[in-house]
């Protein structure tokens, strides 16, 4: 058997063992997919393997980051596979119709981050990483590394394979279409980047984590600030980061 066969036979079976791993507590999973604020649809999609849409809400799975759709890694005999789609593979089948989600903030992008819930209270973030299918994601939390350290001693999904974390495989991206964009040049003494997103109107400062990918259209309505007083006054907000 190829080795790419390999981990979608196993990705099967452990999605299995990752819904047993993640209801071993269903009256505390219960408890909390129950909770007021809770988030219900009868429509779900899965967009990778931790972005899903519940009814109209966008949302992001809290603690865990799966490969990038795109993003294909190499397995032990030097052969790439798409371990990006495999992921979102892997969530389709964890994510059941009745799936519930317990917000606990929103990120940059505006998507809803959620713990979601199947019917039976399993914890569908934790069961991704449980199945191998995604990392624990300890920049922002530290809820699943433990069900992490299990997956990786156990050889299970993306740890049977070489793969590059996706946070390095997102900063790889950005570096290499920030090298091949044209060198803008502001106006003397007006550094500040006016840009305009689905986030609406924020100004980005020299050295902030965007500001470098940020390019400047005038004939969208952006435009160079010479201040931040000047941005606000416009109705630009500060971007985070």
């Known amino acids: 058997m190829g080795e790419r066969t390999a981990i979608e036979v196993q990705a099967g079976g452990q999605a299995a063992k990752a819904r047993q791993f993640a209801s071993n507590a269903p009256p505390k999973a219960a408890q909390k997919s129950s909770q007021p604020g809770s988030i219900y649809g009868k429509k779900l999609r899965v967009v990778d393997g931790d972005t899903l849409v519940l009814g109209e809400v966008r949302i992001r799975l809290f603690g865990i980051d799966a490969p990038e759709l795109s ?4 397995d032990m005999q030097g052969a790439f596979w798409g371990c990006g789609a495999w992921s979102k593979a892997v969530l389709e089948r964890l994510a059941q119709p009745g799936l519930s989600c317990a917000p606990k903030d929103i990120d940059r992008y505006g998507r809803t981050v959620a713990v979601c819930y199947d019917p039976k209270g399993m914890d569908v973030n934790a069961a991704m990483v449980a199945a191998g299918a995604a990392y624990a994601y300890v920049k922002y939390a530290k809820d699943y590394v433990e069900t992490e350290q ?8 993306l740890w049977r394979a070489a793969v590059t974390p996706p946070a390095q495989f997102r900063a790889d991206k950005r570096a290499t279409q920030l090298a ?16 305009i997103s689905k986030s609406g109107k924020l100004y980005h400062l020299p050295g902030g984590r965007w500001y470098e990918g940020t390019r400047i259209s005038p004939a969208s309505g952006e435009r160079w600030f010479c201040s931040e007083g000047d941005a606000l006054a416009a109705g630009w907000r500060r971007a985070q980061g």
């Open 150 to 157: 299990d997956a990786r001693a156990g050889g299970i999904g």
């Open 71 to 74: 993003q294909t890694c190499g």
């Open 180 to 195: 091949s964009m044209p060198v803008q040049t502001p106006p003397e003494g007006c550094a500040i980047k006016g840009n």
